[in-house]
């Protein structure tokens, strides 16, 4: 199992971009990285997935160098809403261990 | 179903009874897991099923745990002889699967309390 390291808690302002490491020194080759979101009385909710390089959907962009021994999920223009709990795994979709995370802090 | 549903949202057992919490996953999805969250805690993982079978189990943390999915959709978990420390929210989700690396869906949860 690739353990999973991040910060366990930043702050930002509306408007601003987040970006959030996690490092994972030792990723497997047939590992994936894979973000999730939590807010507080709800489950968890996937983000964003990727292997190698730079991923990006309409919410988030997953960046990963080559070495693939960590992973900077970026949050562009962070609202209030966006105040949660992000989480980083490392592994294969049968291998889902969370972390403790991130605790994101947005403010006005 | 639209989601992962999860049953009862919240259940309060006293010390010693056994409670069993429902999951019933997205229609077709193979995959199906289960996670212990405490107060300010990440999910733990508990199990992990593909259809019927159980996989892996090693989160499992004491022979209290029971979990089954019998016909590979709706999956229970049984806790026998609660322990305050069981209180928690149990989680489960689902994916397709069938192949590696697909989003995984959550329920909202069942939060139990052992008093």
């Known amino acids: 199992l690739a353990k999973t390291t991040q910060p366990i808690s930043m702050d930002s302002y509306e408007g601003q971009e987040v970006n959030i490491t996690c490092s994972h020194n030792n990723i497997a080759t047939n590992d994936y990285i894979t973000w999730y979101q939590q807010f507080p009385s709800q489950g968890p909710r996937f983000i964003i997935q990727g292997y190698k390089t730079k991923v990006t959907n309409e919410v988030a962009s997953l960046f990963i160098p080559a070495d693939r021994k960590s992973s900077t999920l970026s949050l562009p223009r962070v609202s209030l809403s966006d105040t949660a709990v992000y989480y980083c795994?490392?592994?294969?979709?049968?291998?889902?261990?969370f972390g403790a995370g991130t605790r994101l802090t947005v403010k006005p | 179903g639209a989601g992962v549903s999860q049953s009862p949202r919240y259940k309060v057992a006293k010390r010693g009874q056994d409670v069993a919490l429902r999951c019933d996953p997205i229609?077709?999805?193979?995959?199906l897991f289960w996670y212990q969250q405490a107060l300010g805690q990440g999910p733990e993982f508990l199990t992990y099923f593909q259809n019927e079978a159980q996989l892996d189990k090693s989160g499992l943390p004491s022979d209290r745990f029971f979990a089954e999915r019998p016909e590979g959709s709706v999956s229970t978990l049984k806790i026998q002889r609660t322990q305050q420390e069981d209180s928690a929210v149990y989680l489960c989700?689902?994916?397709?699967?069938?192949?590696?690396?697909?989003?995984?869906?959550f329920g909202q949860g069942t939060r139990l309390t052992v008093v």
């Open positions: 989700a689902s994916s397709q699967g069938g192949e590696a690396n697909t989003e995984a869906f």
């Open positions: 795994l490392v592994g294969e979709l049968w291998d889902m261990r």
């Open positions: 229609s077709g999805h193979v995959s």
